[in-house]
């Protein structure tokens, strides 16, 4: 079973820019493939981007394509998620989630993944 523990969360201005980490340990993530969630307040829990386990393709939120950027170190056993031009509205718990499922396409719902950080707050202030 793979554990991941998230980091690089904080407190930003709008526009700014926070790097999230997801460092997995007791198994290798190069068999999963990774993604980024987030719950804002009174939300529920959102796909923000995925990244399949060769790397060679990845997802996106509508709102955040061209300023978030997944991406994966699978020697490090590191999952990325740059964060540029931050906005207000990217206040959240961000959440990095595992499966080993092998699908045809990258799965986006939080019940298709079964491993899960604690979570990491990230704040934007206007």
């Known amino acids: 079973q793979v554990t991941l523990v998230e980091s690089g969360g904080g407190l930003v201005q709008a526009g700014g820019s926070l790097r999230l980490s997801c460092t997995a340990s007791?198994?290798?993530?190069?068999?999963?493939?990774m993604a980024w969630f987030r719950r804002a307040p009174g939300k529920a829990r959102e796909f923000v981007a995925g990244?399949?386990?060769?790397?060679?393709?990845?997802y996106y939120l509508d709102s955040v394509k061209g300023r978030f950027t997944i991406s994966r170190d699978n020697a490090k056993n590191t999952v990325f998620l740059q964060m540029n031009s931050l906005k207000p509205e990217d206040t959240a718990e961000y959440y990095c989630?595992?499966?080993?499922?092998?699908?045809?396409?990258?799965?986006?719902?939080?019940?298709?993944?079964?491993?899960w950080g604690p979570g990491i707050q990230v704040t934007v202030s206007s």
């Open positions: 007791g198994r290798t993530i190069s068999s999963y493939d």
């Open positions: 989630a595992a499966t080993v499922a092998v699908t045809i396409t990258l799965r986006k719902g939080v019940s298709d993944y079964n491993t």
């Open positions: 990244i399949r386990r060769s790397g060679s393709n990845t």
